[in-house]
């Protein structure tokens, strides 16, 4: 998008942000541990019944985090077209996952974490509050979903 263009309505940047969740396959993740220290790392995902579903390793730092911590910030974009998603988070054993979300995320990344190692979980993530925004003419609208509700 150019800086010279119109701002996009609230209902245009929902639908940006939709696409953009069944398109894109990586999204940074961000998560802390119980003492506060923060953790970001870029994960694959899928978008699968309103909800992110992500995998990766319980050992790991972010895997203990979503574990222990149950909340995530979760971003796609640059710096100039940005994507914030604020969501409560279930840990889900290899066993216990859903088989719809993982076939989505086999299908969407040509990885099945149930056939890797046992140390690997899946992480879904309900988004409770979503922020987009295309630089700064677009900040006052930003809010697109709060409460889990989404405002348009």
């Known amino acids: 998008m150019k800086i010279d263009t119109s701002p996009r309505d609230p209902r ?87 088989d719809a979300a993982a076939e989505a995320f086999l299908a969407k990344t040509g990885w099945d974490p149930r056939r890797d190692s046992a140390s690997y979980a899946f992480f879904q993530v309900r988004p409770r509050a979503v922020q987009a925004w295309h630089e700064q003419r677009e900040l006052p609208k930003r809010h697109l979903m709060k409460d889990g509700a989404w405002l348009v």
């Open 12 to 98: 245009q940047r929902r639908q940006d942000v939709l696409r953009r969740l069944d398109e894109e396959i990586d999204i940074w993740v961000a998560s802390a541990d119980v003492d506060g220290l923060p953790c970001l790392v870029p994960l694959w995902f899928v978008w699968h019944d309103a909800s992110v579903w992500l995998a990766t390793r319980t050992t790991n730092p972010t895997g203990r985090n979503l574990s222990a911590g149950r909340r995530a910030r979760l971003a796609l974009g640059d710096t100039r077209d940005v994507v914030l998603i604020d969501g409560d988070v279930e840990a889900w054993g290899l066993e216990e996952v859903p």
